[in-house]
């Protein structure tokens, strides 16, 4: 069993910066991959990022070059830092995880506001 504890979200203006963060707790050897989803009302969930327990990262095409994911094994904790934020990248963020035995855990969720 993993929790997933998510913080960072807020309300930011276009072109400004927010950084995520999400700490994993329980299980944390069975991790395989951790990511980022994102959800605004009326679009479908999209994968913004991922990382591999190899540190394999994956981006979204509408993030890359303005998103980073990272990871901080001794924390057990990965981020999420957003730079020039566009007001399309209003949505609830969700850390998520994967473990080996093909489980997926979900974050409580934490809402981005891009606004002017």
């Known amino acids: 069993q993993v929790q997933l504890v998510e913080s960072g979200g807020g309300l930011v203006q276009p072109g400004g910066s927010l950084r995520l963060s999400c700490a994993a707790s329980?299980?944390?050897?069975?991790?395989?991959?951790m990511g980022w989803y994102r959800q605004a009302p009326g679009k479908e969930r999209e994968l913004v990022a991922s990382?591999?327990?190899?540190?394999?990262?994956n981006y979204s095409d509408s993030v890359k070059g303005r998103f980073t994911i990272s990871r901080d094994n001794a924390k057990n904790t990965v981020y999420l830092q957003m730079n020039s934020l566009k007001p399309e990248d209003t949505a609830v963020y969700y850390c998520?995880?994967?473990?080996?035995?093909?489980?997926?855990?979900w974050g409580q969720g934490t809402q981005v506001t891009v606004s002017s």
């Open positions: 998520t995880s994967s473990t080996f035995a093909m489980h997926d855990y």
């Open positions: 329980g299980s944390i050897v069975s991790i395989a991959s």
């Open positions: 990382i591999t327990s190899g540190s394999r990262i």
